[in-house]
């Protein structure tokens, strides 16, 4: 396995959680690293961008309460996730990509179910 995501649950509304996606070594110096997500019945959306350790994209939605960063040593990106709300319920997956033009991901994680409850 290349990308391995864990770090989902059940939660309150207004609870926090923080996803991991350990890496191999070879997929983790690929330059940009993404979280994405996916409701129940709707397409696969992005998240989260980080360009060798700077985030360089939020969607909307998750400014100011998500922030995605990553640990050079241990190969492994994270998602905190502050102030969830009942429509952050998904399943997130972590990606990378070698391209830092092409929107095209390599390399996805398995996902991880985040359900946060009203």
């Known amino acids: 396995v290349q990308l391995q995501a864990s770090g989902g649950g059940l939660v309150q509304a207004g609870g926090s959680l923080r996803l991991s996606c350990a890496a191999s070594a070879s997929i983790f110096s690929l330059t940009v690293m993404a979280w994405f997500r996916q409701a129940p019945g709707k397409q696969r959306t992005l998240v989260a961008i980080?360009?060798?350790?700077?985030?360089?994209f939020y969607v909307d939605s998750v400014k100011g309460r998500f922030t995605i960063s990553r640990d050079n040593a241990k190969n492994t990106l994270y998602l905190q996730m502050n102030s969830l709300r009942p429509e952050d319920t998904a399943v997130y997956y972590c990606?990378?990509?070698?391209?830092?033009?092409?929107?095209?991901?390599?390399?996805w994680g398995q996902g991880t179910l985040v359900t946060v409850s009203s």
């Open positions: 980080d360009n060798r350790g700077t985030p360089t």
């Open positions: 990606a990378a990509r070698k391209s830092l033009v092409s929107s095209v991901y390599d390399y």
